[in-house]
């Protein structure tokens, strides 16, 4: 039913209080980030088949409110975009449930009703959805709700998993929170980057408006256009990790490696010299590299690469008997085509996701009563945007993420571009 009085809003309401609804949202703009976007109407099924649309926005019927933070449980299917249009809460994230147990995420558009396909196919222009007839947009919310309520019930019990909490809790809203936060481009606007979590690898990828945030180019000015947000009052900071898998990598084989540089480290074992040239630090990187992703089988007698085969070679027998292994975080990992080299590479990558989306979303926390925000993160590294009477807090922000042996190092510039290494 649609929506049509206040008496029928308080109803619903009580119902979301006290039971599992299963939640469309339909935007206003069919090509705005969800951060940008609004609400033009909610549409919720419940286990014993009532189905209600609320109008946020739309010609086609009364406007009314619609609070979700009080609610029971909301199963949506893309938890974020959720959380970037209300102030739902207790939200599950169906698509990671599916994700989880490898099987297919249901896209909106197989439910779309043919006036919606011709609609959405033949214009483009704003605040598209608001031209197409309200019936149409509960038709096919009716007929997907249906299906997601489906899906829920054949694979709740992983929503009970380690692996899924720590997806739904923790790494869903650090990057909502950091989509949110945009950034500020020298066009005097926002743009905003999207993550998406649902990847082979479990590594997210980023990418919005025609722009791939997790693959920016160093070399062609791309990165000149992100600017501090607060002017000149502002300055971009960059951290990265140094030597993160050497470091990921010797956590997971519990081998002690020194905070001060890996790549250093190494070298002198591979030159067997304690001074070492400019040149043999940058060879020594690539030979790490190739020695921790199978390209090179010959160790040198380093005892941690030793011991790092070890690991391989236990954790491809692990998978073949099994046919996957867990994460530290109880993930399963589970390879097409699988080799014991792309086993423990798909191993790494997910454990880099892991430990890096726990720390950024501890900075993240950190930086609630403060006006610096998280803008970007990419595998190793985060973007932040800091007022400069806020500089002082970033070594505070260095020790949260350097928590447990892995040192950072930190950048400042004034564009994305022109970051220089910061030294106290």
């Known amino acids: 039913m649609v929506i049509n009085g206040y008496e029928e809003v308080k109803k619903l309401q009580t119902k979301l209080q006290t039971e599992i609804a299963y939640v469309y949202p339909v935007t206003v703009d069919a090509f705005l980030h969800n951060a940008q976007n609004r609400v033009s109407s909610l549409h919720f099924l419940f286990d014993d088949g009532t189905f209600y649309t609320v109008v946020v926005k739309h010609p086609d019927a009364p406007q009314f409110e619609i609070d979700l933070s009080n609610s029971y449980k909301l199963v949506t299917l893309h938890k974020k975009e959720l959380l970037h249009l209300t102030n739902a809460v207790n939200v599950v994230d169906l698509a990671t449930i599916v994700h989880l147990n490898y099987d297919v995420i249901p896209l909106y558009r197989e439910y779309y009703t043919m006036m919606i ?170 030979r790490t590299f190739g020695l921790m992703y199978g390209y090179s089988d010959d160790t040198g007698g380093v005892e941690f690469f030793q011991k790092l085969k070890e690991y391989s070679s236990n954790l491809w027998e692990k998978y073949r008997q099994n046919g996957f292994v867990l994460s530290e975080t109880g993930r399963k990992v589970m390879v097409v085509e699988p080799t014991g080299n792309k086993v423990f590479n798909y191993m790494m990558q997910l454990t880099e996701t892991e430990e890096a989306i726990a720390r950024v979303s501890n900075v993240c926390k950190y930086l609630e009563s403060f006006n610096s925000k998280v803008i970007l993160y990419t595998y190793d590294a985060i973007l932040l945007d800091v007022p400069n009477d806020e500089l002082d807090i970033m070594e505070n922000v260095a020790q949260i993420l350097s928590m447990g042996g892995y040192p950072v190092r930190q950048y400042r510039g004034h564009n994305y571009n022109g970051m220089s290494l910061y030294k106290i």
């Not at 007839?133 to 709740?156: G, K």
């Not at 693959?215 to 960059?238: H, I, W, Y």
């Open 117 to 286: 396909h011709h609609i959405k196919n033949q214009f483009k222009f704003k605040n598209l959805h608001l031209s197409i007839p309200l019936t149409s947009w509960v038709e096919t919310a009716e007929a997907f709700l249906q299906h997601c309520q489906h899906l829920y019930q054949r694979c709740q019990s992983t929503e009970n998993t380690p692996g899924f909490a720590f997806i739904n809790d923790i790494t869903i809203p650090t990057l909502t929170k950091i989509e949110n936060a945009g950034l500020w481009t020298t066009d005097n606007q926002f743009v905003y980057s999207d993550y998406n979590i649902y990847t082979s690898t479990g590594r997210p990828s980023n990418a919005f408006g025609g722009i791939n945030f997790a693959a920016l180019n160093k070399n062609d000015g791309t990165r000149e256009k992100f600017v501090s947000r607060f002017g000149e009052n502002g300055t971009l900071v960059q951290f990265d990790y140094e030597a993160f898998h050497p470091r990921l990598a010797a956590d997971l084989i519990g081998y002690k490696l020194p905070e001060t540089s890996v790549h250093e480290f190494l070298a002198k074992q591979y030159y067997g010299t304690e001074t070492i040239t400019e040149e043999q630090y940058e060879e020594s990187k690539s």
